[in-house]
């Protein structure tokens, strides 16, 4: 499947002012315009109508048809065939005007004007030659039109005009008068159209080999040949006979293109005088008569010269760059200043390309630099990665010794925890099993013996020595519950702490906070009652604190508990430890890290002390599970057969 090519639109040539499909534009607002006249005159002066008012609209919408849609059409033609269409319609025009004169009274017609308003737009609109063209054809039909009304071909149409004085014997001289104040006022238009479409065709053709200079600047990227493409491409476009282009990335300027009779001689660091006139003026300077001895350097570089050019190059924030001096052709006192402002613009493009070619090249030495450096890091890391790898392999013993220690005293920990837990299981057994069910079998035995004695003297020694019994039992029931609280088991971490302060011979006020959602696995448990238990032992033998604030809690994935109180407070050290002899906030630490959970303890002398412990849902080690041991309730009563059992 073949594709269809794009038809070439038509584009302005470089010599060409205004494109073609902006003339065809132009034209079509105008003959709108002469359509409006046409039938406003026909419309309000129904007496200057020799054709009806309907005649006169259909002829004008068929006249406007064509001149409507040539203007989209355009821009889909190729040159030759819009060329064509658009002169088709010139000629269409004059046969359109020329028969609405001809409606309205023919030479006499006020419409008449409306061929002095085409040839004028026209010539403006195309061009000089396009309007004489157009000139002769409207004069050409207007005459076939009026001799044709002498001759008796066409009849002339009763208009109020018809009847005025002039017809007859003066009609074919008022008819010539119209046809040579068409030409002259053709003539006038092309004359002033002429001379200015030449200058503003030459400035185009100028702009459109500056443009170009611009592109072949923009695609070279060495700094070298930019100052070069500027001076040759100004010296050919505007006629300069010798330039110069001063400039430098540093300070002194330098001689970057010459164009002359010889190769640029040698100049002296420094600036003339116009040269810094130029700079500190900001304008272009025009030096009529150069004094070598007032300016060496462009003396040297331009002798002999009657008039010269100075351009000071400038970046976009002010910054200096350079001079560019141009000797003009002749002994012209002046200069256009439209040719000065090209002059300036291109001059300060080149300027921005220039610099931007320094800065490229400056980034490229920067960039080799980088690379040499590059490749000695590179030489330098080969050797360091020997010495790292060597050292590395040195610390990865050093590290697996220290992982195996560190293991090694996890599994240590970890076993003592299991030992202690397992032993305070086996003791709170066998307390609750031998020691206790011996007190409180001898207790019932007195309370036997009590009630067969009748004196009172000994009922009263037996009461104290059941007293010192019941006590020795609640001491008993106790130390078990401290051994292994099965309230833990059974009801939880709130309960079991709520009844380890509630014995604790202790005067604190407690306040505890329960926002577990579910409670944790029963070794989880034991561990958090465990650092808890130690933390509140502190609190109870050293803070002197009145109140005591307990808060359980879930976050990240584990349980975290809070103890605040507001005792004495102190200084807590940087690593978790305890003082020799003693092992409460390094046991707190070691069995939270053990269970892979963390201890912090907040405190301040006189503020108080806070401890937060957190553990995983899931403990990293195994403690000893929590059995039910049963207990019995202070003041119960044990019968004899469950005591010898």
Known sequence: MKLARPR???RPEPGELVSLEERVGSLSFMRAGFALAVLALGSFAPDLRGVSMGLLTLVTCVYLVPALALAPAVRTLSREPAVLASGALLLFDGLYLTWVIYATGGVESPLRFLLFVHVVAVTLIA???TGLKVAAWNSLLLLVVLYAQAGGIIGTKETLISALPGQGEHFRLFAMLNVAALWAVALATAAFSSVNERE???QKVDLHQLSAMVREIDARTDAADIPRILLDKLCEVFGFTRGVILASPEQDLAVLAYRGEAEAPLIVPGLDPVMERAWKDRHTQLVKDLDPG????????????????????????????????LEPPGNADRIKRWTVTVIEQFAAHAAMAMQNAWLLDEIRHRLEENRALQRELMAENMSLEVAVDERTSELSDSLRSLRQVEDARRKLVSRLVNAQEEERLRIAGDIHDDPVQKVVAASMR????????????????LDKLLESIRASIFSLRHMIFELHPSVLEHEGLAPALREHMAKLESDLELELQDDFEEQPSSETRVLLFRIAQEALGNVRKHARAKKVQVHLGQEDGGYKVEIRDDGVGFTPPQVLSSAPGHLGLSSMRERAELAGGWCKVHSL?????????????????SVAKIEPVEEIEPGADVHLGAAAS
């Open 8 to 10: 070439a639109r038509s």
């Open 127 to 129: 061009s000089s030659r």
């Open 200 to 202: 503003l065709r030459a």
């Open 294 to 325: 007032l300016d060496p350097r462009l003396g040297a570089l331009f002798p002999f010269a009657g008039r010269l050019v100075i351009v000071p190059l400038f970046l976009d924030r002010g910054q200096r760059l350079g001079i560019l001096a």
């Open 446 to 461: 007195l309370q036997l013996i009590r009630k067969q004695v009748q004196d009172p003297d000994v009922r009263a020694s």
């Open 605 to 621: 002398p006189d503020c108080g002390t806070t401890v937060e412990f957190w553990l995983p849902a899931t403990a990293l080690t």
